[in-house]
């Protein structure tokens, strides 16, 4: 494995484990009428590549599965940044 695939996996290691405990926050202000994260923030992180944390973060805290643009957006988030990953991985 070349060091940048491995400053990939480590980086999208991290952004995935930061999106899903920020879904897990704003889930839990959600709860408690606290200030919230804004939904832009949250799909930015998603689209930063941690749609798997969001994705996850919808399931396990149950959270924005009724909001269509997080409903439909982040999987069509995670296929795209499937592609282009199994690209640059082939390519590198």
């Avoid at 400053?7 to 952004?15: E, H, N």
């Avoid at 899903?20 to 202000?29: A, E, L």
């Avoid at 396990?60 to 439909?72: D, E, R």
Wanted: net charge positive.
């Amino acid at each position: 494995m070349s060091e940048i695939q491995k400053i990939i996996i480590i980086y999208l290691t991290s952004i995935n484990v930061a999106t899903f405990i920020t879904y897990g926050i704003d889930k839990m202000k959600a709860k408690r009428s606290k200030w919230r994260i804004r939904e832009a923030s949250l799909l930015l992180l998603a689209v930063l590549g941690g749609s798997i944390g969001a994705l996850l973060g919808m399931k396990v805290w149950h959270h924005k599965t009724m909001h269509k643009k997080f409903k439909y957006g982040v999987p069509a988030i995670l296929i795209v940044q499937m592609a282009i990953i199994g690209y640059l991985l082939m390519k590198l």
